[in-house]
């Protein structure tokens, strides 16, 4: 098996926290009463956790280049982060957004459907970027040890619309230069004026690769012609939708500005840009899971996680077999025995009689021959 290249590594860690963060999103207040019967539709009474910023920081971080250092700000509905100088990207609505398509491509991958789109590579540039801070910068870029640097604030306002927002600083990197303890708040004018120091001055350079797309299955279509307004629909431009690469999704006549729908759409393009398919994102053998996962050696896993593959094995066996083989092997360790009775041994064997019997410890006829 041939090693990731560092792009295709990239992507297995950010498919791997997209995943997670769909399971989290789909199944938040899943139980609630009175919820809309369109299942997109926002939550009202739904939050950005701090847990689940955090989540969104580590995806960030890995699929966008020079993100870090940064600026969070979590508004409870919305989560903003500030970077490059001047960038913002909003977190908003995962419902209508990443669980919408994964939707989508969780039934694409239940048929056995996993090419979406014709990519062509297009042309490569280096793109820059202008921060305008002055010299006395209060964030460097990544630690020492590669961890982000960055400033991590949480909203807080009054009911009433007469009170005007305040931000608790609640975490801090390790390379920040600011005088400020966690726990303290900033108003406005004072949270704008961290964000004008944020950066250091100058220009920086970083790759971007662009990509023409053409849609090859339904699910394809929908991700390159959805926009990011409230209700999705067509945005192609002269016929052609553009990805630039590590998860920013790009269409002539707009903008670079990074929304959250164009990241998810960025992502899932590019992901089979750099893999090829999506046969590496699988559903979970277990019956009773059936959870998306993503393999690191592809036709290699059948199961999310150690436990639905015992479950699994365990639904292969009558119970009656399965609980007396694990008797069997209680009492081996029991009597310091060093063999153990394994299912298949038990499946096909011609003389168990654990079906109809319950044997105790030590007298199944097969551990009998074992041991002679």
């Given amino acids: 098996m041939s090693r990731f290249t560092g792009e295709q590594r990239s992507y297995f860690e950010g498919m791997k926290i997209l995943i997670d963060l769909y399971y989290t999103h789909r199944d938040e207040n899943s139980g609630s009463s009175g919820k809309s019967a369109n299942k997109y539709h926002e939550n009202k009474d739904f939050c950005f956790s701090n847990d689940i910023v955090e989540k969104y920081i580590r995806l960030f971080c890995t699929m966008i280049p020079r993100f870090s250092p940064f600026l969070c700000i979590n508004r409870k509905r919305t989560i903003t982060f500030i970077f490059r100088g001047q960038d913002y990207l909003m977190v908003f609505n995962p419902k209508m957004w990443l669980v919408r398509y994964f939707d989508g491509l969780y039934q694409e991958i ?17 793109c820059t970027y202008h921060m305008e801070s002055g010299s006395g910068a209060i964030l460097q870029g990544s630690s020492k040890d590669g961890s982000p640097s960055y400033l991590f604030f949480d909203a807080e306002h009054e009911n009433s619309g007469s009170v005007p927002e305040r931000f608790k ?25 961290i964000a004008d120091r944020l950066f250091r001055k100058g220009t920086a350079p970083f790759r971007q690769e662009t990509y023409a797309v053409s849609p090859l299955s339904a699910f394809g279509a929908s991700v390159t012609t959805a926009t990011s307004n409230k209700v999705p629909g067509p945005i192609k431009i002269h016929g052609n939708t553009f990805l630039k690469k590590r998860g920013i999704y790009y269409s002539p006549g707009h903008s670079d500005a990074l929304a959250f729908p164009d990241f998810i759409q960025g992502m899932l393009i590019g992901f089979q840009s750099v893999f090829g398919s999506f046969e590496r994102v699988k559903l979970c053998k277990y019956r009773e899971c059936r959870r998306l996962f993503i393999e690191k050696r ?39 025995h060093e063999i153990r009775m394994y299912q298949l041994e038990c499946e096909e064997s011609d003389i168990c009689p654990a079906e109809n019997t319950k044997l105790k410890g030590g007298s199944c006829p097969e551990i009998e021959k074992k041991l002679l």
Avoid: M, V
């Avoid at 239940?110 to 280096?126: A, D, G, K, V």
């Avoid at 600083?169 to 004026?193: H, M, P, S, V, W």
């Fill in 110 to 126: 239940l048929e056995n459907r996993f090419i979406h789109w014709r990519i062509y590579e297009s042309s490569q540039e280096t």
């Fill in 169 to 193: 600083l609640i975490k801090k990197a390790k390379t920040d230069r600011i005088e400020a303890k966690t726990g303290q708040y900033f108003n406005e004018k004072e949270l704008k004026g």
């Fill in 298 to 336: 592809s036709g290699k896993r059948d199961f999310c996680n150690p436990t639905c593959k015992k479950r699994y094995n365990d639904s292969l066996q009558s119970p009656s077999k399965r609980l007396c083989r694990i008797r069997q092997n209680a009492w081996l360790l029991n009597q310091g």
